[in-house]
């Protein structure tokens, strides 16, 4: 007999709730995924304020869900199970989800899991491509994470394998895009100035990439630093800044490290499997130059469509099912958020 | 019928079922459960509430509505309280009615002269607001300094409301079977969050 779970996501600035199918052959289908985002009350402060999104969450939480049930076509008694992010996430901003689910579930009488928001993010892929080889390599790349994880299983067993040790990859993109003078979240504007660009006129560093650095650890503020200090000499010298070549060569920069360094991690490990999400996952580079270079290696190459890469019900709600489907024991209805949830630790 | 009460505006985790006579209105308190903890109304208020309704004899199925606190409340956990209402409101099919969360506390007033009620709120300011002698809001709630006040001639100072004090400041719209008032938060206060100024240069020349 199949199974709905429904999944709650309030981490950061979008209010998520998603509704899949568990089959009994252990694929998860999509039937609903609802998205509210705070964003644009974000964007005049070039960051999300915490108070702002917990604010958000409050307003948009029940009219989320009732949303997803409309599209899924469910009623909320056909829920069997829920799932929700404890961590990684922002404090304030997390009480309100794991608030929502527990009285969710205990109306509704059916068991909570508190879920890895990270994890999350790696199990959504498993909606659009199906169950994800074992092992598997992910390289989670987002506004608040960059890291390259060992999937052995999903439901219970990621380790991590590096990080950045600084600046995340989606952080690099907001900052750069501000000295750019272009909107936040930067991402998506670089992502189109660059398609304008060369990205080889200007020869920005690549971080954490020396013979004594860390392997599989990434840096990005130093690119960060290089791309202001260049915009800064060309102002000096009064010329125009070429704002396409310089998204392009930045974001050169960033794809070439995070794909070096995940094809390696993989082709050393043995791993035939990369999948590359969070909200980064949707950049055009990134997934063009992982594909050349995954398939020169021989590695199957994941990746999400954007929706699912961004922060969304949906992820939690497919993590949930496979939590299920492990028969992992549910959380009691006391736990609390961690806003440092460590990544190693996929259910509560 | 039966009424559950929530308040997370306080350091209190306040969880409590409360029975309201249909004909007469007569409320009376069948069980509660309360932590003061300000840290712990993620952890505590779902445990609570079914606590409290087990405690009352019944299940959450019976409830048939709920009155929820919706500050002025300086925590971050004034939300977990509001949450849990509206998610309760939606998933059992009951309504949700929004109560301030002084009016509540001044609901379980002594009668006698007019006063006013005085919470923390916290960064050495209190929330406020002043009422008559029946117990009606003539003026806030509102975010001061106490230094800036004028003087009452009665101040209560409890620290939290009562599941009962909850429940009757919801009780004329209960019993008036009208639409609730949608569950909106007073926070009185303006989030903290600046305007990023011409950024910093790196280069040192
Ligand atoms: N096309 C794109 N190219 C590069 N970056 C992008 C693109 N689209 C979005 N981003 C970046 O993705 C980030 C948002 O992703 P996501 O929603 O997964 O992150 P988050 O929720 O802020 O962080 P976390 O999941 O780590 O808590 C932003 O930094 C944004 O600039
Ligand atoms: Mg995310």
């Not at chain 1, 892929?125 to 608040?144: E, F, N, R, W």
């Not at chain 1, 219970?156 to 690099?172: H, L, Q």
């Not at chain 1, 709600?317 to 549910?330: I, R, S, T, Y």
Request: contains cysteine; charged residues 20%; negative net charge.
């Amino acid at each position: 007999m199949s199974r709905i779970v429904m999944g709650i996501e309030s981490s950061c600035d979008e209010t998520g709730v998603g509704l899949v199918r568990l089959h009994d052959d252990g694929t998860v289908e999509l039937l609903a995924d609802e998205v509210a985002s705070s964003v644009e009350q974000h964007a005049r402060f070039g960051g999300v304020v915490p108070e702002v999104a917990s604010r958000a969450h409050l307003e948009a939480m029940v009219p989320t869900a009732q949303r997803a049930f409309a599209t899924a076509g469910l009623e909320l008694s056909d829920v069997d199970a829920i799932a929700v992010t404890a961590g990684p996430g922002l404090a304030g901003a997390l009480l309100v989800g794991v608030s929502a689910a527990k009285a969710y579930a205990a109306a509704l009488g059916v068991p909570l899991y508190g879920v890895n928001h990270l994890a999350g993010h790696i199990a959504v892929d498993t909606l659009q491509h199906g169950p994800l080889p074992a092992p598997a390599l992910a390289l989670l790349v987002s506004g608040g994470h960059t890291q390259l994880l060992r999937v052995d299983d999903i439901a219970g067993k990621i380790t991590e394998i590096g990080s950045t040790v600084d600046d995340a990859a989606g952080e690099a993109y907001d900052k750069v895009a501000r000295l750019l003078e272009l909107p936040y979240p930067g991402g998506p504007p670089i992502d189109k100035a660059a398609k304008n660009g060369d990205p080889t006129a200007i020869a920005f560093p690549r971080g954490m990439t020396g013979p004594r650095d860390a392997r599989f650890d990434f840096s990005f503020s130093g690119l960060k630093t290089a791309v202001a200090r260049w915009v800064e000499a060309a102002q000096r010298r009064g010329e125009e800044i070429p704002v396409d070549d310089v998204a392009a060569s930045f974001q050169e920069a960033v794809a070439d490290v995070l794909t070096a360094k995940a094809v390696r991690a993989a082709t050393e490990s043995g791993i035939g499997t990369l999948v590359i999400s969070g909200g980064v996952a949707a950049n055009s580079r990134l997934s063009s130059l992982a594909a050349e270079r995954c398939e020169a290696a021989g590695i199957e190459l994941r990746v999400p469509r954007p929706r699912l890469c961004t922060d969304n019900g949906a992820m939690i709600a497919a993590l949930g099912a496979h939590v299920v489907a492990a028969g992992c024991a549910p959380s009691s209805l006391d736990f609390s958020a961690n806003p440092a949830l460590p990544v190693s630790t996929v259910s509560l | 019928m039966l009424v559950l009460a929530i308040d997370t505006a306080t350091l209190a985790v306040t969880a409590g079922v409360v029975s309201v006579d249909r004909e007469t209105g007569a409320a009376r308190p069948l069980a509660e459960r309360v932590t003061l903890d300000a840290r712990a109304h993620g952890e505590l208020l779902t445990p609570h509430v079914l606590d409290a309704v087990g405690d009352a004899g019944h299940g959450l199925a019976d409830l048939d509505a709920i009155a929820c606190g919706v500050g002025p409340g300086p925590y971050t956990g004034l939300r977990a309280g509001m949450v849990t209402a509206a998610a309760l409101s939606h998933s059992l099919g009951v309504p949700a009615y929004p109560v301030c969360t002084l009016d509540a506390i001044a609901a379980s007033a002594e009668p006698g002269e007019p006063f006013r009620v005085l919470t923390d709120a916290r960064r050495r300011e209190v929330y406020w607001a002043d009422y008559d002698a029946e117990g009606r809001r003539l003026d806030g709630p509102h975010v001061d300094k106490p230094a800036e006040l004028t003087p009452a001639a009665r101040v209560l100072d409890h620290e939290q409301p009562t599941p009962l004090g909850i429940v009757e400041a919801a009780k004329a719209a209960i019993l008036s079977g009208a639409q609730p008032d949608p569950l909106t938060p007073l926070y009185l206060r303006r989030p903290d969050a600046t305007e990023p100024g011409t950024r910093k240069r790196v280069s040192t020349s």
